[in-house]
């Protein structure tokens, strides 16, 4: 976990590193947190709770956005695009969104592409407070 962020780097004065399934369990006094979750498990039902959500997008202004609103395996790269999805609902042009290094440079960004970035940040940030508001998450 050192290596991923400067601050962590800086706060930790060891290594800490951070697994989902060891080969072989640490030492537990070495253990700093252990939880436990499960993946998802797309079924039958859930493809027709998205359909049913797909229906509803939009609706009352309200458009839903995360892993769980593709008919893809729910991983976090499909919250992503699914956020993609919304904002070209709402008329932003997505076709130059990509992940590109040096599109974090914003004197190499243009207006159009910190635009597009900002409203689908927007669009994500409403939808997850909106889902916390009433209590979908």
């Not at 976090?76 to 709402?90: D, F, I, P, T």
């Not at 159009?112 to 669009?123: F, G, Y």
Request: overall charge negative; aromatic content about 8%; charged content about 20%.
């Amino acid at each position: 976990m050192n290596r991923i962020d400067d601050d962590l780097r800086r706060e930790l004065s060891r290594p800490v590193y951070q697994t989902w399934n060891p080969h072989a369990e640490p030492d537990a006094a070495t253990v700093i947190a252990d939880y436990s979750f499960e993946r998802p498990v797309v079924t039958a039902d859930s493809v027709k709770a998205m359909a049913d959500l797909q229906a509803a997008q939009g609706h009352g202004h309200v458009w839903f956005v995360g892993a769980y609103s593709r008919y893809s395996m729910p991983l976090l790269e499909n919250g992503v695009k699914s956020a993609m999805v919304v904002a070209r609902a709402l008329g932003v042009d997505t076709s130059d969104v990509e992940f590109d290094p040096s599109a974090l440079d914003t004197n190499a960004a243009s207006t159009s592409r910190r635009l597009s970035l900002a409203l689908l940040v927007l669009v994500v940030a409403l939808t997850l407070a909106h889902g916390i508001m009433y209590g979908m998450w």
